[in-house]
């Protein structure tokens, strides 16, 4: 296989994990809290081929030697964390970010048999994940004598608030009040009587990640970070109170959601200059082959 198609091969390979990204985009346009993904190029391999001396004639400027490549690929595929705008629903379980910020949730970890992993004090296993999707809901868990209702992710995982020290819990929310978030992520429950105050339940897990490039996506506008120790996760993540909130400009508000950050005129722009790059790579496979073709018939 000569260069041309190799370097024809490489970019068509290249152009398509493109349009897959872009189709991705475009698939989650209507998504809730979802961040674009963009991509990165690079060259596969670049070497200069000698030339002989005769060809340093007068009046030439560059360098002895021709530029060889095979061609580019996706170096990298990345989250943009922009923010979405913010659509109002009117719906009290919904809650949107606005600023640099994210929901923090854990959701239990499953074997291969679909049963939630153990530890060995027979405690259940979390993992945590990072979300821009606050569309939750409310999750009412019934045993033989009481009733108790949670706020949950539109999957059913349950929201875990901090306390007025910082402990995780999962606050229970008493029967018949509405639940009411301040911008500061405080969250409280209404009691239908009036002139009675609310009840103050705890604070929204809302961390601030300062390596937003390791974040990986996991589904469901939700990011994982890789495994470290907890030295690392502490120094990566900082799960904010109330006056951590304040001082970074983060605001949460409730009765919205955060659209998606995808720029549908950006990505059918971007589709079309890798639809045309990979119409290019064809062609220049196509010619290669023709040419080599033709060598091997006059040859013959």
């Known amino acids: 296989m000569n260069h041309s198609m190799i370097n024809a091969f490489v970019s068509m390979q290249s152009s398509q994990k493109h349009l897959d990204v872009i189709s991705n985009n475009i698939a989650n346009v209507n998504t809730t809290g979802y961040k674009t993904s963009a991509v990165t190029f690079q060259d596969v391999l670049r070497n200069v081929e000698p030339q002989d001396e005769q060809f ?173 120790d907890a030295q690392q996760l502490d120094q990566l993540v900082t799960i904010m109170d109330r006056d951590q909130i304040l001082a970074s400009g983060v605001k949460v ?3 919205f959601i955060e659209q998606s950050s995808v720029n549908l005129t950006s990505e059918m722009t971007n589709m079309l200059s890798a639809q045309r790059s990979y119409q290019l790579g064809a062609k220049a496979l196509a010619s290669a082959d023709s040419m080599l073709n033709l060598a091997t018939n006059i040859r013959g």
């Open 253 to 255: 508000h409730q009765g």
């Open 56 to 228: 340093k004639l007068d009046g030439r400027m560059t360098p002895l030697g021709t530029t060889s490549g095979f061609g580019g690929y996706v170096s990298n595929i990345y989250t943009q964390f922009t923010q979405g705008s913010l659509q109002e629903t009117g719906n009290e379980y919904d809650f949107a970010l606005q600023g640099d910020a994210f929901f923090v949730i854990d959701i239990p970890k499953f074997d291969d048999n679909g049963n939630i992993l153990l530890d060995a004090n027979g405690s259940e296993v979390y993992e945590t994940l990072y979300s821009r999707n606050g569309a939750f809901n409310l999750s009412i868990k019934e045993d033989a004598l009481t009733q108790k209702a949670y706020l949950a992710t539109a999957e059913g995982y349950p929201i875990h608030l901090n306390d007025s020290l910082g402990i995780m819990q999962l606050q229970d929310i008493p029967k018949n009040h509405k639940i009411v978030v301040n911008q500061q992520g405080e969250v409280f429950a209404d009691p239908p009587q009036d002139n009675v105050p609310n009840i103050y339940l705890g604070q929204l897990r809302i961390a601030n990640v300062s390596s937003q490039h390791l974040l990986q996506p996991v589904g469901e506008s939700s990011y994982a970070l890789p495994d470290m």
